[in-house]
Nanobody
Framework: QVHLAESGGGLVQSGGSLRLSCAAS????????MGWYRQAPGKERELVAR???????RYADSVKGRFTVSRDNAKNTVYLQMNSLKPEDTAVYYC??????WGQGTQVTVSS
């Protein structure tokens, strides 16, 4: 059974930083595409960043240069380092495996 546990969300002021973590179990972590998505109130869920099994990354245009996705296969964990946060980054952030499995989400709130 696949289980994803996100952590690291919270309240931060505009310009601040947060690091999200997603610990995965029930999968062969090193083989999977890991993604971070977010959903703001009244909006559809959108891709923020993803990293494949060889470390190739992809980012939404809105976060390029500010966010960095990384993975530690030894710890079965994927990270999202978020810098220069903006109020429009406020959303629930979800971890995803292979476009199929989802975590429960972690709230990120950026105050102006």
């Amino acid at each position: 059974q696949v289980h994803l546990a996100e952590s690291g969300g919270g309240l931060v002021q505009s310009g601040g930083s947060l690091r999200l973590s997603c610990a995965a179990s029930g999968i062969i972590f090193s083989l999977n595409i890991m993604g971070w998505y977010r959903q703001a109130p009244g909006k559809e869920r959108e891709l923020v960043a993803r990293i494949d099994n060889v470390g190739s990354t992809r980012y939404a245009d809105s976060v390029k240069g500010r966010f960095t996705v990384s993975r530690d296969n030894a710890k079965n964990t994927v990270y999202l380092q978020m810098n220069s946060l903006k109020p429009e980054d406020t959303a629930v952030y979800y971890c995803n495996v292979d476009f199929v499995y989802w975590g429960q989400g972690t709230q990120v709130t950026v105050s102006s």
